[in-house]
């Protein structure tokens, strides 16, 4: 049985869309949590190691640019490492 609660969404830091504008703003909402802003996920859950909870990555060479986390799917929120099994 898995505890699941509502965790800010990493991608859109809880805004629930993101500014896909270069130059001047534009907003989309959010595709991890289709605008909710929040994401619902295992209550034993901590902040992604590798997108320290951003939920993206920047693989801008010169300029940013975000892509989503692979590794939490973009929430932000990973399951901790498995110690024992
Ligand atoms: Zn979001
Ligand atoms: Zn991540």
């Keep these: 049985m898995v505890d699941?609660?509502?965790?800010?969404?990493?991608?859109?830091?809880?805004?629930?869309?993101i500014n896909v504008g270069e130059s001047a703003a534009s907003y989309q909402p959010c595709p991890v949590c289709t605008g909710f802003g929040k994401v619902r996920v295992p209550s034993s859950y901590g902040t992604c190691p590798i997108c320290h909870g951003s939920g993206k990555k920047n693989i801008g060479e010169f300029a940013p640019r975000w892509v989503q986390c692979k590794n939490c799917h973009g929430t932000g929120w990973r399951e901790p490492p498995t110690s024992c099994r």
């Design 4 to 17: 699941l609660v509502n965790r800010r969404c990493g991608y859109c830091d809880g805004s629930g869309r």
